[in-house]
């Protein structure tokens, strides 16, 4: 059954890909990742 997530640039932290990401557990609409992108970018203070 498809649920709506979300994304919290806030609570970032380290996730070990080959112990943790198993399985693909949904996808992004095509304009979020260049969303997360800006709001990371703001909140680590990146250019």
Known sequence: ???DSVVDC???RPVDRR???VRI???LAEADPQKIDAALKLVFSLN
């Open 1 to 3: 059954m498809p649920c």
């Open 10 to 12: 806030l609570q970032t």
């Open 19 to 21: 112990g943790r990401l």
């Open 25 to 27: 557990r949904g996808t």
